[in-house]
């Protein structure tokens, strides 16, 4: 059955760098979104992605944060310059392009728990 | 700003009894609802998703209700069992483009 696959599972850095983490949606889903969760807290929705562009955002998606589609299977988050604060789990996350995407059914990947010290 | 509530917070059961898990929004506008799990550290499974036209969907031990007017989701799992611990999620579709917001979930706990 096909599934969304992150990677890394667990990435720690320093306050400062950069991170990277990607993610390989279902292949033909169309609208993709990124979400954390900090230990303990809710899940909490960062950004969504369509044609290549940002569909919508939350406050937490500042300019520190960016997404790509660098090719036609991969779908990344870059974190600029980690904060303490960003320790969390990422999770990516799928859907069909069948009618508009909040009708469809949304598949989430294992997640990339990110620690930064 | 979307809110979703579920009720209760967490419930410890012994195996075997009818569960009945609930969830109410906010928002009155509901495309679908998803329902999730997520068991510690790990990442959501889908188990069900009701259309808005529909009222109710079912997936083996799984039944999942949606009342519109009322805003308002239930999820019956029956003859609990033990692999049925977890967090048990009901988000709200915040917008046309799919956009989750989660409450805090029901953490269940099934014991043998």
């Known amino acids: 059955e096909p599934e969304v696959t992150q990677t890394p599972s667990h990435q720690v850095t320093q306050m400062g760098q950069e991170v990277i983490l990607r993610c390989v949606p279902i292949?033909?889903?169309?609208?993709f979104y990124w979400y954390r969760q900090i230990l303990g807290q809710k899940v909490e929705f960062l950004v969504s992605f369509y044609n290549n562009e940002i569909s919508e955002k939350s406050e937490i998606f500042d300019d520190q944060f960016s997404v790509e589609r660098p090719d036609g299977s991969n779908f990344t988050l870059k974190i600029r310059s980690t904060k303490l604060e960003d320790s969390a789990m990422y999770f990516c996350?799928?859907?069909?392009?069948?009618?508009?995407?909040?009708?469809?059914?949304?598949?989430f990947g294992p997640g990339t728990r990110l620690t930064v010290l | 700003k979307q809110e979703v509530t579920q009720i209760p917070a967490a419930l410890s059961v012994p195996e075997g009894e009818n569960l009945v898990l609930n969830c109410s929004f906010t928002?009155?506008?509901?495309?679908?609802l998803q329902w999730f799990r997520q068991d510690p550290g790990k990442g959501l499974t889908s188990l069900l998703l009701?259309?808005?036209?529909?009222r109710e969907q079912t997936s083996g031990r799984l039944n999942a209700s949606l009342d519109k007017s009322s805003g308002r989701s239930t999820l019956y799992i029956a003859a609990s069992q033990p692999g049925d611990s977890a967090t048990y999620l009901c988000?709200?579709?915040?917008?046309?483009?799919?956009?989750?917001?989660f409450g805090r979930g029901t953490q269940l706990t099934v014991w043998p």
């Open positions: 292949s033909n889903h169309l609208y």
């Open positions: 988000p709200d579709r915040g917008s046309t483009l799919g956009r989750l917001y």
């Open positions: 928002d009155s506008a509901i495309y679908n």
């Open positions: 996350a799928s859907t069909t392009s069948r009618g508009l995407g909040a009708y469809n059914e949304q598949f």
């Open positions: 009701i259309q808005s036209s529909q």
